[in-house]
């Protein structure tokens, strides 16, 4: 069984950075490059009502012959969220990015938002467990105690 999305919330912390819908895609892009992130969590009177990420940007606002400093949040986002909760495992993690697309999943606590979970997240999770078991066996095959 794979780590739990809790184990990694408490290793890489539980901030969520997130603005509200009626701000500007350029006021979205600033605080995304600022804080070095790929996607925000767009909130509205303490609800989750969508995500804004990269990939928004790349096809709704340019390709949507939209301009950055004058479309709203609220017209690229990505309502449709898929979230998990803190006992959701890494592997079930990974099957709902990929059977939804999505590269970003909020961690929820019933109405709470209690941290976000990205592909890259993920991944290295995956790879740090392999790593522990190829340890693990050549530490066996070598019959060290
Ligand atoms: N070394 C690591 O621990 C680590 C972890 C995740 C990603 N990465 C690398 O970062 C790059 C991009 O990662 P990505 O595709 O997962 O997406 P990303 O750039 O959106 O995420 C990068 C990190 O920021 C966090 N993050 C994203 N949006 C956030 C938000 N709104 N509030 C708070 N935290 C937020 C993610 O959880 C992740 O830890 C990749 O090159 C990946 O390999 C490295």
């Known amino acids: 069984m794979s780590k739990s999305i809790g ?3 408490k290793l890489k912390g539980s901030e969520v950075w997130t603005l509200g819908s009626s701000a500007t895609v350029y ?6 490059a600022e804080k070095g992130v790929g996607a925000l969590v767009i909130i ?3 609800k989750v009502v ?4 990269e990939r928004d940007h790349a096809r709704k606002v340019d390709l949507g012959g ?5 479309a709203f949040v609220h017209q690229v986002m990505s309502t449709e969220i898929c979230y ?3 006992e959701t495992s890494v592997d079930e993690a990974m099957a709902i990015m990929t059977d939804n697309r999505c590269r970003h999943l909020p961690v929820m606590v019933a109405d ?12 290295k999770a995956s790879l740090d467990e392999k790593d522990f078991v190829i340890n693990q066996l050549k530490k066996y095959i070598k019959g060290d105690p």
Do not use: N, W, Y
């Open 66 to 70: 939209r301009c950055s400093q004058k």
């Open 112 to 123: 709470e938002m209690v941290g976000l979970a990205s592909i890259g997240d993920l991944v």
């Open 44 to 46: 509205d009177d303490s």
């Open 50 to 53: 969508g995500i804004f990420t």
């Open 84 to 86: 998990v909760a803190p």
């Open 7 to 9: 184990q990694i919330l």
């Open 27 to 32: 006021e979205a892009l600033a605080l995304m």
